[in-house]
């Protein structure tokens, strides 16, 4: 039998495994049970192709994404490698076919779509005498957990079809998501028995993180592109954007500019989509300015930057996104334009969005509080003076260094701004309110703004108000944004989200410090809070 290097070599052309593809591939080989959590890029789609050739009959895939199936069963077709996928892309007749030859044995691995595996059709096929499944891979296995970014209530099938089958084949779950409460929940739900649980580095050194707060977003990318272009002549780069009109209007504006840009999004149409990756990925074009619909499934190694000309809603994705930066390990810049307005939208498209539509009320509503949380920890992202890396690699569960040096608040020179007194102040506005507020108001107050808002709500009587006239707007924002961060204070996940003390608020009052990172370029500001 060829060994596992000598496929490897034989089918993908490549010389040598990369890290944790032997142990996940061995364990299967044993017939052990695995969880491989590796991050996007990483390789984890060998991790099951390769037992699935060298075990005796059938590996069944469950991958989430019709163009994901389609995508990867193209690539092992093209290999030499007989595969299929089955899902509602495919016609009743097609379908019929597809299952007529799998029972022939002429497929060697099968994606399949969760939500197929329970029809009467595929069970038929998969309980046919003849038809041996001795290797089940769950790609993109987070889809299982209701703390995963996209949780998939058809996943929770794949249990009670494992109980169908005559023998238990080898169960492998796959996924980039490597926070506790998911690993937990795919080893519990999916019914683990003994796996061996193979983690790898989250972190991609070769790739620079930055955060940027432009006030003007676009003209920041574009000076952005003219420096690269300068620099790095000839550098691809995508620029993803929060919606289909952004993309739009982002990709004119480049091309006016005379950049050589292309566009992706759902609203396109599929001929479209198509000739524009493909302009992308044979460099035909460099810049590609996309929805989260972009990237999926497609290995560009040598993209060299990855803007965010929004905030994306969670980590998860955000870094799932940049991560398409550098798969070649030469360095590459992974930026995120930060403005106010992204907080909403996201809140917008989380209330409001078409995501979760398959779930029932109580449900849609806890997986709806779960990504305001995460929305927070990515708003987070975009505030924190700490290092970005390791803010993404805590995130993820990674132990890392206080320090990379290569993220742009590594690089920023701060000072340290002792901000004791302002944030007492901030403590003492809340308490002094008859009920709670959002940021803004907060703001107004503090500075002592004379505007209807405050005077109707009688604010002007706040012991607090106008304690901190001197200091602007962005910079009390940041000190909220650290209290927040720290604990010492909430935001709600209201409609309209309002400011609470916690109960840690109190510590502030007491004695805590509170010092927030000022970056030294900006102007120096320690305003005093007014004295009483
Ligand atoms: P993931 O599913 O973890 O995001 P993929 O399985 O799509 O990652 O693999 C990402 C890229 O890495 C693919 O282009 C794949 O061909 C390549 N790759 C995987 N394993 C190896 C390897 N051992 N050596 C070189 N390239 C690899």
């Known amino acids: ?54 075990m005796p009959g059938i590996t069944l895939v469950v991958s989430p994404l019709i163009s994901l199936m389609k995508d990867q069963v193209g690539a092992l077709n093209q290999a030499g490698i007989h595969a299929a996928f089955l899902n509602s892309s495919l016609s009743m007749g097609q379908y019929r076919k597809a299952l007529d030859l799998a029972r022939e044995g002429r497929y060697k691995i099968i994606y399949v779509a969760p939500e197929r595996l329970e029809t009467e059709g595929f069970l038929r096929f998969a309980l046919s005498p003849g038809v041996d499944i001795s290797f089940l891979a769950v790609d993109e296995a987070h889809c299982v957990s209701q703390w995963g970014q996209d949780f998939r209530p058809s996943y929770l099938k794949i249990l009670s079809f494992l109980e ?38 989250f972190d991609r050194a070769n790739l620079f993180f930055g955060v940027k707060k432009p006030r003007d977003k676009y003209r920041e990318l574009e000076s952005y592109l003219r420096e690269k272009e300068e620099k790095m002549p000839g550098s691809s780069g995508i620029v993803y954007c929060l919606s289909r009109k952004s993309v ?15 566009r992706y999004h759902a609203g396109l149409s599929d001929t479209e989509r198509r000739e524009n990756q493909d302009d992308f990925i044979y460099d035909r074009r460099q810049i590609m300015v996309a929805t989260n619909a972009f990237g999926m499934g497609i290995d560009k190694p040598d993209v060299r930057f990855v803007i965010h000309y929004n905030m994306p809603k969670n980590m998860e994705s955000y870094y799932q996104e940049a991560g398409r930066a550098g798969r070649d390990g030469e360095p590459a810049e992974c930026i995120l334009y930060f403005g106010a307005a992204d907080q909403r939208t996201n809140r917008f498209l989380i209330e409001h969005g078409e995501d979760n539509q398959e779930l029932d009320e109580e449900t849609r509503r806890i997986v709806m509080e779960k990504d305001l949380g995460r929305l927070k920890q990515m708003t987070f992202y975009c505030a924190t003076s700490g290092c970005l890396r390791h803010y993404i690699l805590d995130y993820f569960g990674e132990e890392s260094s206080a320090e990379c ?28 309110c008859q009920r709670s507020f959002g940021v803004n108001l907060i703001v107004d107050v503090l500075r002592g703004a004379d505007n209807q808002k405050i005077r109707q709500r009688g604010l002007e009587e706040n012991p607090e108000y106008k304690a901190l006239p001197d200091m602007t707007v962005p910079r009390l924002k940041q000190l909220i944004n650290e209290m927040m961060m720290q604990g010492f204070l909430n935001l709600s996940n209201d409609d309209y989200p309002v400011i609470e003390l916690t109960d840690r608020s109190e510590e502030l009052l007491s004695g805590e410090k509170l010092v927030i990172k000022v970056p030294k370029r900006e102007e120096k500001q320690a305003p005093k809070a007014r004295k009483k």
């Open 1 to 54: 039998m060829e060994d596992a290097r000598g496929l490897l070599k034989q089918y993908f052309g490549f010389d040598d495994f990369r890290e944790g593809q032997k142990p996940l591939i061995d364990a299967v080989l044993d017939g052990r049970d695995v969880l491989g959590i590796m991050p996007t890029g990483a390789g984890k789609s060998l991790c099951f192709q390769i037992p699935a050739l060298m």
């Open 164 to 201: 169908k089958l005559p023998r238990r084949p080898v169960l492998g779950a796959y996924t980039a998501t490597a926070t506790v409460e998911v690993k937990e929940d795919v080893l519990d739900i999916l019914n683990l028995r003994d796996p061996l649980v193979v983690t790898t580095g």
């Open 248 to 262: 739009e209007e982002v990709c004119y504006q480049l091309r006016e500019a005379g950049f050589s840009v292309t």
């Open 405 to 432: 040096r290569n993220c742009s608040n590594c690089l920023e020179e701060f000072d340290l701004l002792d901000v004791t007194e302002q944030a007492e102040a901030v403590v003492r506005c809340i308490e002094g």
